[in-house]
């Protein structure tokens, strides 16, 4: 028991009161509802007196009279208390549930003055002390879950410690709270009447005890004040008068089933019409089966208001409570997309189009615009271009944006500027400017022929995402002006301009969403780019991407495969390649996929299994062509392919994609960087590069965001130049242009870096100095000699002349021995 905020202060109390009735006569009242402990106290009290036991209206001076459940007690009865309760020879005391109806029991109560103790709920604390001082000490946030699910009725917490027992091992103590407080409120329950029941289940809803509500609710319309006041006194409510969680089940296994489905008919419609429903009550109230059209309509306006997390969920209620499900399809449709279950999105939004000469214009619209979100999240643009040329022009309204957007990236440049035409007709609102400035951004990369002019479409997508605010959360769109703003930049090789976008952009995105994780996935891709493959590696394998965003995939996949190939290890190439099967088959490019597809190129050219790209390699072709070959978005793809050649060894494969590059050089910088990287690379493919040549192109290529290319050329330059010195310069400008941070599966300089930075990796055994270990890494992992001075800018007779040095070492009499050992150390693991 307890009266103030704190437990112990409440105990402190009641403690002072029996007190205070032992030491002083006169009249004192223990107000309480059922199982707050009232027959406590007076026990309490009868313990060290000898209560008398006779008539009140006999009882000697100086006697003890002790009265419990004066509410319970006849009107003759409570004549004789209030008549008592005036003397001062004798101590009264008197128990009783609170009344506010009944003027008999409240003007007894307060003619006790000060001498009351009113019996509140223990909270946490409260349940802590007593657990300690009954059964055994628990922990904070166990007091705080059985005060919740007892309502802090005494009764009801005791009953949840016995259940506790004192086994602290035992594995399920709650389940044993459970079930003993649900057997503590069927005690309490037993004694309540039909109506008074009927008020505690209106209570589970919102429709808190009162005699206006009671009187829409109870049969017996005479004794509604009455019936609200054993409701309030019950023992299963809480402070606000609400029912008890716990109480719920028991309440409605004494109503029964059938009782049970009138009464929440009733209550739905005195809750709806009085307004006293909350969003959690009514959704309750659904899905036990009440079917309502006020409850339906409120379930609507909540749903319409609500967070998109929690707004499917309402809709879903408001359907079972009755509402039109056609009539909500395009809403559940997009909240579903914006929530990442792009079935359920499917489905809503294919009513929608089955229906569409009889449905809304906006809905319909609505159903178009997710279905072409959701086509392009898994991996079919051109699906997305087909949706909204179905819808028409005249019926795109604002989506005329992305149907343009949709079109240009399927390569159907004639629809693009159909759609485009429809964004300049569009009332000039600030979302419209926006949306005009993102299609003009990227027709305007596309057909880019100067510096300028892609300069100019930079600037458009800059200020479309300057102008996209107060985006609502379940806004689903093919894409974002921050994801395709990225993209440009990344194709620009100005990856600086990409860490600003996503700078502006994540924190205004939903953590979880499909377009923060696509924002994040074009983040870590500029990261690999510039050489931080431990930030790349440390974000994509903190995602979590279903397997249906085949788009994201598509880049996870993409940075996998891209890591892999940097690290140098095969093994780990191999499975990168493997586990991107799948998104290959399912996948058809666009021309905002090239970049992965490009990933996926260089790798399937390494393992030798080109045929298994070749058809998107193919299908990029025919877009770019489509879309007139545009530098800006053309330039990555032949870079890849220019670097697909280098490993397979085809200097001719490589010259169509050079001289692509050089036709883009006038207009574009970073196409002329590539360029001159590809003349570059085919001078060492050739044996006969040119140091200064091979210099400056690899410099041009960090320059633009690519030091990890720059090393590369570097070092391929250095194995295949005579001349000593060259080789030992072309090194050392490879070793500066990469510095070490990968920290991939493999790696040795990132195992050194981890060592380094750490202090707390062990070295293994051995005394390996730095440079060998290194060695000794790739040489388990099977890496040739060519391989390893590659990746550590060394020569391939240095690392023989290391793995020699190794060997005398570790004394190990041949290289399978020396492999043991060096595994054994540590090394590969």
Request: charged share 20%.
């Amino acid at each position: 028991m307890a009266s103030t905020r704190s437990g112990l202060v409440g105990v402190e109390r009641a403690d002072r009161f029996v007190r205070d009735v032992l030491d002083s006569t006169g009249f004192h009242v223990v107000v309480g509802v059922n199982g707050s402990g009232r027959s406590a106290v007076l026990d309490a009290v009868a313990a060290s007196v000898d209560a008398y036991q006779g008539t009140i209206a006999d009882a000697p001076s100086a006697s003890t009279v002790l009265v419990d459940d004066a509410h319970l007690l006849p009107e003759q009865r409570l004549d004789e208390i209030a008549a008592a309760a005036t003397r001062s020879d004798i101590t009264l005391v008197v128990a009783t549930a609170p009344r506010s109806f009944d003027s008999r029991i409240e003007k007894l109560i307060a003619s006790a003055g000060s001498n009351r103790l009113t019996l509140v709920p223990l909270d946490k604390a409260a349940v802590a002390a007593r657990a300690a001082a009954t059964v055994r000490p628990v922990s904070v946030s166990l007091a705080g879950a059985i005060a919740k699910s007892t309502g802090g009725i005494l009764a009801a917490v005791d009953a949840a410690l016995g259940g506790l027992g004192t086994d602290r091992s035992d594995p399920a103590p709650l389940r044993a709270v459970a079930e003993c407080v649900a057997e503590q409120h069927r005690r309490m329950l037993i004694e309540t009447t039909d109506d008074t029941r009927a008020l505690l289940l209106a209570a589970r809803f919102g429709v808190t005890p009162d005699p206006a509500s009671a009187a829409q609710i109870v049969t017996r319309a005479g004794e509604v004040e009455s019936i609200v006041d054993m409701a309030c006194s019950s023992g299963v409510l809480d402070t606000t008068g609400t029912l008890i969680p716990s109480a719920e089940a028991p309440l409605t296994e004494m109503i029964g089933e059938g009782r049970c489905r009138v009464l929440l008919s009733s209550i739905a419609d005195v809750a709806t019409r009085s307004r006293l429903l909350d969003a959690s009550a009514a959704r309750a109230l659904a899905e036990r089966g009440v079917v309502h059209a006020g409850l339906a309509d409120f379930l609507v306006q909540q749903a319409d208001s609500a967070p998109v997390d929690s707004a499917g969920a309402l809709y879903d209620a408001a359907v079972d409570a009755g509402f039109d499900s056609a009539v909500l399809a395009a809403r559940r449709s997009e909240v579903a997309a914006a929530t990442g279950d792009l079935d359920a999105a499917g489905r809503f939004a294919d009513v929608v189009l089955d229906s569409a000469a009889q449905c809304d214009s906006a809905d319909l619209r609505t159903a178009v615009r997710v279905s072409a979100a959701i086509a392009a999240q898994r991996g079919m643009v051109s699906r997305s271009a087909q949706l909204f040329g179905w819808l028409g022009d005249d019926r795109l309204g604002p989506d005329a944006v992305w149907a343009a957007l949709a079109a240009v990236a399927a390569g159907d440049r004639s629809a693009a500027d159909r759609s485009a035409t429809a964004v300049s007709a569009l009332a000039p609102t600030s979302s419209t400017a926006s949306g005009t400035l993102l299609v003009n951004g990227v027709i305007g990369s596309i057909d880019s022929r100067s510096a300028a002019a892609s300069s100019a479409a930079a600037n458009s997508l800059m200020r479309a995402m300057t102008l996209t605010s107060n985006v609502s959360d379940r806004s689903c769109t093919p894409d974002t002006p921050a994801a395709i703003a990225a993209l440009h930049a990344v194709h620009c090789g100005d990856l600086a301009r990409v860490d600003s976008v996503l700078a502006r952009a994540l924190p205004e995105l939903s953590p979880g969403s499909e377009a923060h994780t696509r924002s994040t996935l074009i983040g870590a891709w500029a990261s690999m780019l510039r050489g931080d493959t431990a930030e790349a590696g440390s974000t994509i394998e903190a995602l979590r991407i279903p397997v249906s965003h085949v788009r994201n995939q598509l880049f996870l996949h993409g940075i996998r495969v891209g890591l892999a190939r940097r690290s140098g290890d095969a093994g780990s190439l191999i499975t990168a390649w493997t586990q991107a099967q799948n998104v290959v088959a399912e996948y058809s490019t666009d021309l905002f996929s090239l970049l992965p597809l490009g990933e996926l190129l260089l790798a399937a050219t390494r393992l030798g299994q080109v045929d298994r790209v070749e058809h998107l390699v193919a299908q990029a072709t025919d877009l770019l062509a489509a879309l007139g070959d545009p530098p800006v978005w053309a330039s990555a793809l032949h870079w890849y392919q220019v670097q697909a050649a280098i490993v397979a060894q085809t200097p001719d494969a490589l010259v169509p994609h050079a001289k692509a590059l050089a036709a883009a050089a006038p207009t574009h910088p970073y196409s002329a960087a590539l360029a001159a990287a590809g003349r570059a690379w085919l001078s060492v493919l050739q044996g006969r590069p040119d140091a200064t040549d091979v210099e400056n192109s690899a410099r041009t290529l960090t320059a633009f965001g690519l030091p990890w290319d720059g090393a590369r050329l570097a070092s391929e330059a250095a194995l295949t130049v005579t001349d000593t010195a060259t080789a030992t310069s072309l090194l050392h400008i490879a070793r500066s242009l990469r510095q070490p941070s990968s920290h991939q599966t493999g790696s040795p300089q990132s195992r050194s870096n981890r060592r380094e930075s750490s202090g707390t990796m062990p070295q293994p055994t051995g005394s390996l100095s730095e440079r060998e270990a290194e060695v000794a890494e790739l040489l388990v992992l099977g890496v040739t000699y060519r391989e390893a001075g590659s990746r550590l800018y060394i020569s391939p007779k240095t690392v023989e002349h290391h793995v020699a040095r190794i060997r005398r070492r570790l004394g190990a009499e041949s290289r399978s021995e020396l492999i043991s050992m060096l595994r054994a150390m540590g090394y590969g693991a």
